[in-house]
């Protein structure tokens, strides 16, 4: 696991990057310009627990394709779940909080991850315990409103001019950041490289 000092802001960006692609780094390069972080821990799970393993490439290779993409000396590469057996983000982020003592840590994720994210294990707990980023993404602009967590946390919502403090608030906090927008998906990669 990469290590971060007392007063660190970091953005913890978790994903499957099967293949990771140009989408993936516009959103990183967002969340460290956006939210003023120190770093951004670019995590590959070793599968998402909602998600079939029969298109997966090997955890190697997704870290190796993600290092070569992540240009930014501020991402830190990191496939350290799998290492330490964990899968659900619920477990990361406690294994993460307790490793890093006094980090202001933040969850980055794109717009479609908010529809789904009330299906996530303990989401509740990950909303009452990190502030969350959430970055624009083609097709889930609007929908993010009627996710059942923006409903359920519309108190918690941050203005997004305020999304360079968000790393320093007391969750529940979230914010949603409109910018530039990529329309790239690993499905897609995928699907254009098997026809
Ligand atoms: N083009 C994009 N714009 C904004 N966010 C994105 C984009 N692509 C991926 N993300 C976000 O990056 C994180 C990791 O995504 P993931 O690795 O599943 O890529 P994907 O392109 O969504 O893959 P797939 O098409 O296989 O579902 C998720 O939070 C996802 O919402
Ligand atoms: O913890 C969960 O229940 C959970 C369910 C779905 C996705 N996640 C995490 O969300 C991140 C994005 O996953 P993905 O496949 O959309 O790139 C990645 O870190 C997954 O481990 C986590």
Known sequence: MPHAG????????GGSFNP???????????????LAL?????????GNPLKSTRELAPLSERLQQSE???KNPKIKVTAFEAAHHVRFTADT????????PGVDFVWIMGADSLRDFH???RWRQIV??????VIDRPGATLSFLSSVVAKTFDYARVDEGDAPRLARMKAPAWTFIHGPRSSLSS????????D
């Open 38 to 46: 120190d770093q951004l821990w670019w995590m590959v799970t070793p």
């Open 20 to 34: 990771p692609h140009a989408g993936h780094a516009l959103v990183a390069e967002i969340a460290l310009r956006r």
């Open 119 to 121: 299906r996530w294990q």
């Open 93 to 100: 982020l406690a294994l993460v909080k307790a490793r890093n």
């Open 187 to 194: 499905s897609a990669i995928r699907k254009a490289t098997k």
């Open 128 to 133: 009452m315990t990190f502030p969350i980023a």
């Open 68 to 70: 070569q993409i992540a």
């Open 6 to 13: 007392r007063g660190v802001a970091v953005g913890l960006f």
